[in-house]
């Protein structure tokens, strides 16, 4: 199974900061990896698919990057209501695999 | 409106089953691949299931197998996933999530807001 390393598993940041998420896969699996925002209370939402791509409705200020093994979610200018917790997705074999999720929180 | 319903969570017993099911509305599920994950208390996401949009194949997370059966109405555009042997350990949000296939990669774009499932006596 592919394992993906998610880090840090929480960060503390103010409004309008940048922020950096990291997952590492432990193969290679060139860009199927997709990026999620989770609430309390509500339901996942897609931001990035296929490593870079920003899926519809999803504000520009997030970002990502990356192929092979190494994936970045960057969220430039963070607003009050990204304070969430994220989780990285590979798509590139089964069983599909999700990293342990970065809470980020307010300063 | 693109919707998916999940509805068949309950609190039951240790050793118990439960049928959970995802109606979709809003598009024909028929075409799309579906997927199921879950969230259990204090615990990140885990992918738990995926079908097909012919039900063949169908793969699971490799400590399910067995236990988890995942199958689909077409005609009724509903999913479902029917959970045996009960434990503590299977406590969580269930939710279904519709599956792209493109391209540009695989990704779950329309979720559910989740039924819960709570295991205890």
């Known amino acids: 199974d592919i394992q993906m390393t998610q880090s840090p598993s929480s960060l503390y940041a103010s409004v309008g900061d940048s922020v950096t998420i990291t997952c590492r896969a432990s193969?290679?699996?060139?860009?199927?990896l997709n990026w999620y925002q989770r609430k309390p209370g509500k339901a996942p939402n897609l931001l990035i698919y296929?490593?870079?791509s920003l899926q519809s409705g999803v504000p520009s200020r997030f970002s990502g990057s990356g192929s092979g093994t190494y994936f970045t979610l960057t969220i430039s200018g963070l607003q009050s209501e990204d304070f969430a917790t994220y989780y990285c997705?590979?798509?590139?074999?089964?069983?599909?695999?999700f990293g342990h999720g970065t809470k980020v929180e307010i300063k | 409106e693109v919707q998916l319903v999940e509805s068949g969570g309950d609190l039951v017993q240790p050793g118990g089953s439960l049928r959970l099911s995802c109606v979709a509305s809003?598009?024909?599920?028929?075409?799309?691949?579906m997927d199921w994950v879950r969230q259990a208390p204090g615990k990140g996401l885990e992918w738990l299931s995926y079908?097909?949009?012919?039900?063949?194949?169908?793969y699971y997370e490799d400590s399910l197998k067995g236990r988890f059966t995942t199958s689909r109405d077409n005609a009724k555009n509903s999913l479902y996933l029917q959970i045996n042997s009960l434990t503590a350990e299977d406590t969580a949000v269930y939710y279904c999530?519709?599956?792209?296939?493109?391209?540009?990669?695989?990704?779950?774009?329309?979720w559910g807001k989740g039924t819960t499932v709570t295991v205890s006596s």
């Open positions: 079908i097909d949009s012919s039900s063949n194949p169908i």
């Open positions: 997705l590979q798509s590139y074999g089964f069983p599909r695999t």
């Open positions: 809003g598009f024909t599920l028929s075409t799309y691949s």
């Open positions: 193969q290679t699996i060139s860009t199927n």
């Open positions: 999530a519709r599956a792209l296939t493109s391209g540009s990669g695989y990704y779950m774009d329309v």
């Open positions: 296929a490593a870079s």
